[in-house]
């Protein structure tokens, strides 16, 4: 009577310490170059190596520039942290996917594509979306810089047991709804918080029916509504999305690990600390209003115009807002107000991309929505892969060309938009439809305003130049 995080929880549990943490041993670690130096940095001063390198990977991400990568990076901040998780790579002997080669991107892009995630891993990086590896049937999540350097020191962490939720979303999903509108109204549903102190798994009809790419933007934003981590159980898409990747198992080591990851589910008289369950004919297209992700909206609402009341019940329509006076400052900063509705506002920037919707799949849908149309000449349209992998694919599907012809420009791989950590910034006061995770004051330039949606969304919005729901687009 377990659930699936219990079995992957103590299948790694190393000690548990009296009053105190877990000691928790980790398959996998994720360095980028953000959140690393000062933990390398520490190894050096206490003359330690990594105890396991070969289960660590490095990777630029957040700085890297999406066009002229082949050239040295102008931002002076950005090029030292590049360098630097070079040299801690080559200093450790660690493996290192630089910029400009084919296996680089966005770490939570890549490391699915290639297989370096797998059912059944404890999976840590420092950064909050590594709940993304989730989808693999993994309980993967976020870290600090000082549990970086635990890790590399000693392939363990210490941890606090999260509690356990299953939301279970049953169902058919309507055409035009995807993954990243499932996410948007379960964070608008919970609220930012509402998920805190919990590992989420996620369960019923419509996650069974998702891709993987849609099961990767479904973990990716458990993290917004507080949850510690989200993941699915693996099952058959599972297995075949991983079956012959660069470092999945091959031969008798891949059999036996699919004879492992079938027994990778929960038991079904497990019970969980909290169930939640929704329908899938409640959730339409989504949008955010606000600056923070649980302030959404399905596209066709109105912006909640009671500002000192809360819905009455956790599965009810967002109709109001909680009493915060944050609230009024967010509608404020976003230049919005209670009541109004957002279909027809002006847009000026459409970013497709992120750890969040950098996948072929998220490229597939913006360029059918966007096939023998133009782009509007108003929106500046900045569309990244999220690996060099995926980049290839779109060019072995046609879809650059569909793209181009729309009047669209594919940059290089990276986490572009999504942070104002790179060149890719919105100016201060423009409106930005954005495929990414968060829509936090000045999150993707001093000043922006972001609206988060989904790749089809997004396309709407660059073709009408105005907040347009894409259904009314179809064919």
Known sequence: MKTLFDKIWDAHVVQNVPDGPTQ????????????SPQAFDGMRQRGLRCFRPEKIVCMPDHNTPTHNQDKPIADPVSRKQVDALAKNAADFGLKHFGMFSK?????HVVGPEKGLSLPGMTIICGDSHTSTHGAMGAVAFGIGTTEVEMVLASQCILQQKPKSMRI?????????????????YLIAQLTTSGATGYFVEYAGEVVRHMSMEGRLTLCNLSIE??????????????????????????????????????????????????EL??????????????TNPGMGIGITESIPSNLNSQPSNLNSQPSTL???????????????????KLLGKKVDYVFLGACT?????????FASLVKGRQKSPDVVAWLVPGSWAVSQQIH???LDTILQEAGFEIRQPGCSACLAMNDDKVPAGKLCVSTSNRNFEGRQGPGSRTILASPLTAAAAAITGVITDPRTLFI
């Open 24 to 35: 928790l041993y980790i398959d996998r670690l994720y360095c980028h170059e953000v959140t």
């Open 103 to 107: 296996d680089n991107g966005i770490i």
């Open 277 to 290: 369950v929704f329908n899938a004919e409640d959730i339409e297209p989504r949008i955010t209003y606000g």
């Open 357 to 365: 919707n950098g996948r072929i799949e998220d490229f597939r849908a």
């Open 168 to 184: 279970t979303i049953d169902g058919q999903l309507a055409k035009g709804v995807t993954a990243k509108d499932v996410a948007l």
């Open 322 to 340: 909680n009493s915060q006076p944050s609230n009024l400052k967010s509608l404020e900063y976003m230049g919005f107000k209670p009541g109004e």
């Open 396 to 398: 072995d599907e046609g």
């Open 225 to 274: 509504m507080g949850a510690r981590g989200g993941f699915i159980a693996p099952d058959e898409k599972t297995f075949d999305y991983l079956k012959d990747r660069e470092y999945a198992p091959k031969g008798e080591e891949w059999d036996k690990a699919i004879a492992y990851w079938h027994t990778l589910k929960s038991d079904d008289d497990a019970v969980f600390d909290k």
